[in-house]
């Protein structure tokens, strides 16, 4: 049997120098296919991209170099963008009730009545009325009316 | 041994290309699609196969290389399911 590849130092892929390709194992339960998807969109430019295997139990990844790309370089390089869009993920999941209390508050925020419309006038036990705050930049003394 | 997907076979006798889609990774919609943009360049067939599906590429062009234009056709299809918004 040709020896055609050599065992890559990186663990999860195997490369076949004669064939000019390498296959990168990428386990599901560390990265979703979702993920799978982002790494190969980002090597698309670079290498032709296959997919195969079982997506519940082992997703094969095939990569051929469309120049003259070192196969191992390939490689890492995946490897390296199933990990970055894996933290992107996360890190987008954690940051998801924050956008969405921001959002709702500057929605609320758009529907606040416009300043001076609103009525502060309030009945005084004494008898009088008072009124919250400044009226046309003076302050108003207890028992005037509003 | 390496392991290979054997996905793209080509068959330089006749001219063509083969290329197996697995469903489980592959939106038909998005292949049916992709098929259509590459009938310029390209004659081709559809045929399904239990959870595959096999599409036969046919060069109408001499500057078409048959040896790269299977995995050519796997990256745009690839490229059409993320701007489908299909999956990413």
């Known amino acids: ?7 890559s130092p990186v663990d999860n892929t195997e490369t076949d120098r004669e064939g000019n390709y390498l296959i990168v194992s990428v386990n599901p339960k560390i990265y979703s296919l979702d993920i799978v998807y982002y790494a190969a969109y980002v090597l698309m430019d670079r290498a032709y991209i296959t997919l195969g295997g079982d997506p519940g139990k082992e997703i094969l990844v095939e990569l051929r170099p469309q120049s003259n790309t070192d196969l191992e370089t390939l490689g890492r390089e995946f ?22 209390a921001i959002l709702q508050r500057v ?18 036990t004494k008898g009088g009325t008072k009124t919250r705050g400044k009226k046309h930049g003076k302050k108003i003394k207890k028992g005037q009316g509003g | ?86 999956r990413f």
């Open chain 1, 1 to 7: 049997m040709t020896k055609k590849s050599a065992k």
């Open chain 1, 79 to 100: 490897n390296n963008e199933l990990l970055n869009y894996a933290v992107y993920m996360k890190q987008s999941a954690k940051n998801q009730r924050l956008r969405e």
């Open chain 1, 107 to 124: 929605l609320l925020t758009n529907l606040a009545p416009p300043e001076g419309k609103t009525d502060g006038s309030v009945n005084d």
């Open chain 2, 1 to 86: 041994m390496v392991r290979k997907l054997k996905r793209v076979r080509v068959d330089e006798g006749k001219n063509q290309v083969t290329v197996i889609f697995d469903t489980q990774f592959y939106r038909p919609e998005s292949i049916r699609l992709s098929v259509e943009d590459f009938g310029n360049c390209c004659s081709a067939r559809i045929r399904s196969r239990g959870d595959k599906i096999l599409v036969t590429l046919s060069p109408k062009r001499n500057d078409i290389v048959i040896n790269t234009l299977g995995y050519e056709f796997y990256n745009y299809v690839l490229g059409r399911m993320r701007s489908d918004g299909s």
